[in-house]
């Protein structure tokens, strides 16, 4: 996959019942390099969906996150998948390593003790967030 053109879609979803044709939240549409990025625990991520969409009311939020020194962290809250777009490494969940590599998802749910070493490029979806107050060092 390009990452230059990887394009991120989602439609968010409230619990009001659509039809056909009537959306019932925002329709996003971002392109990867014209997001704001930064540094954070898990290395320098671009942030797709986040803080800044709040006032649309996503589904989830999504940061595509080239690995660094990715600290030992959970979250009381939110729920993280980790797809690997490229490279490879290991995934540490409540002290277990896993071998990942491109192509490859982890589901990470609330209170699991997570981190990642490598070099690979992770999109990150965090559900309902990828906040700050929900980060908590181990």
Not at 18 to 47: F, K, M, V
Not at 64 to 92: C, M, N, P, Q, W
Request: aromatic content about 6%.
């Amino acid at each position: 996959m390009d990452l230059e053109c990887l394009w991120i879609i989602i439609r968010t979803v409230t619990h009001t019942e659509a039809t056909a044709g009537q959306a019932t939240g925002s329709i996003l549409i971002r392109h990867e390099g014209n997001t704001p990025r930064e540094r954070s625990a898990c290395g320098w991520r671009d942030r797709l969906i986040s803080r800044e969409d709040v006032a649309s009311s996503p589904a989830a939020w999504a940061h595509a996150v080239d690995i660094d020194g990715a600290k030992l962290h959970f979250h009381k809250r939110s729920t993280e998948l980790y797809y690997v777009l490229d490279g490879s490494g290991t995934v540490s969940l409540d002290g277990a390593e896993h071998a990942v590599h491109k192509g490859s998802l982890v589901h990470i749910p609330p209170g699991v003790i997570h981190g990642a070493r490598g070099r690979m490029r992770v999109l990150v979806i965090g559900i309902p967030d990828i906040a700050d107050d929900d980060y908590f060092e181990a």
